[in-house]
């Protein structure tokens, strides 16, 4: 099982761009690559997934090598709003899935 | 559309006392999981259900216990309360179990025991 290790917590300002990356050296082929939030007394809620290269949607985009041993979360001009837990998260089956301890993302005004 | 949907939001248990925390969804979704969060710390599965009939032990079921009479209710029980059994408990469902399958949580249940 794919572990993954992502730093505990980050600060940026309103309006800048975010880069969180999260390390996967041991992914396994069939894994994907996905990334939850999760705002306090709340649920996670899916972001962004992907397997390699770039996805982008409506509020994120995910950079993912072609070794696929990291990927980075980017999210454009960040708000107030965004500020909340991070999770990065790698495996085949949802069952199988380790959330850490997730990057805590502060944003200032 | 409700999607997932939790009760109690919020529960005091003294030890030794049982309950269950209810989940329901309605998006025909195959298959269903319950969590735990403690306070600073990534979700740790209990049970997971993979179809009406059909349950298995995640990574801390012990005292816990689940059932899946339907596709839509799956139900967590704890039986004789304790203290390490406080934590905030989240439901989940998917479609499918692959990890592409985005996984749609509850709003949680804040249990204390005491």
């Known amino acids: 099982l794919a572990k993954t290790t992502q730093p505990i917590s980050m600060d940026s300002y309103e309006g800048q761009e975010v880069n969180i990356t999260c390390s996967h050296n041991?992914?396994?082929?069939?894994?994907?690559i996905t990334w939850y939030q999760q705002f306090p007394s709340q649920g996670p809620r899916f972001i962004i997934q992907?397997?390699?290269?770039?996805v982008t949607n409506e509020v994120a985009s995910l950079f993912i090598p072609a070794d696929r041993k990291s990927s980075t979360l980017s999210l454009p001009r960040v708000s107030l709003s965004d500020t909340a837990v991070y999770y990065c998260l790698v495996g085949e089956s949802n069952y199988q899935l380790i959330w850490g301890a997730g990057t805590k993302l502060i944003i200032k005004p | 559309n409700a999607g997932v949907t939790q009760t109690p939001k919020f529960r005091i248990l003294k030890i030794g006392q049982s309950m269950t925390l209810q989940c329901t969804q309605d998006m025909n979704h195959n298959y269903m999981y319950w969590y735990r969060q403690d306070p600073g710390m990534g979700l740790k599965l209990i049970y997971y259900s993979v179809g009406a009939g059909i349950t298995d032990k995640g990574e801390v079921p012990n005292g816990y216990n689940v059932s899946r009479s339907t596709t839509e209710d799956f139900p967590l029980r704890l039986e004789l309360a304790a203290p390490s059994q406080t934590s905030v408990y989240f439901c989940?469902?998917?479609?499918?179990?692959?990890?592409?399958?985005?996984?749609?949580f509850g709003s949680g249940t804040q249990l204390s025991v005491l």
């Open positions: 992907g397997y390699k290269t770039k």
């Open positions: 041991n992914i396994a082929t069939n894994d994907y």
């Open positions: 989940a469902s998917s479609y499918q179990d692959r990890s592409n399958e985005k996984l749609f």
